[in-house]
């Protein structure tokens, strides 16, 4: 059974930090790519971060560029997304995703809240 189960998230105030964590499990999480989406209320889902299987490669959306941080740690099955100066424009549910697409695959967790205000 696959399962992407998103923890770390809650209230924090402006300019604090908060690390999610995302925990894969019923696949080989070494093969894919894994991203972290977030959702604003009304809004739609937007990418935040992606990295690739192995960790070589890294992207982020401009406006969380310099801020966040994603890694993953295979040996845990287990993607990271570490935030800092949050904002109140950060608030949102965060999704990790993982992607195969040489089979096209895509896996979801069931999201986050991460809360930002004062």
């Known amino acids: 059974q696959v399962q992407l189960v998103e923890s770390g998230g809650g209230l924090v105030q402006p300019g604090g930090s908060l690390r999610l964590s995302c925990v894969a499990s019923?696949?080989?999480?070494?093969?894919?790519?894994m991203s972290w989406l977030r959702q604003a209320p009304g809004e739609e889902r937007e990418l935040v971060a992606s990295i690739t299987a192995r960790g070589t490669s890294t992207d982020y959306a401009d406006s969380m560029l310099g801020r966040f941080t994603i890694s993953r740690d295979n040996g845990k099955n287990t993607v990271y997304l570490q935030m800092n100066s949050l904002k109140p424009e950060d608030t949102g549910v965060y999704f990790c995703?993982?992607?195969?697409?040489?089979?096209?695959?895509?896996?979801w967790g069931q999201g986050t809240q991460v809360t930002v205000s004062s």
């Open positions: 019923g696949f080989t999480f070494g093969l894919f790519a």
């Open positions: 995703k993982a992607d195969l697409a040489s089979e096209s695959l895509t896996y």
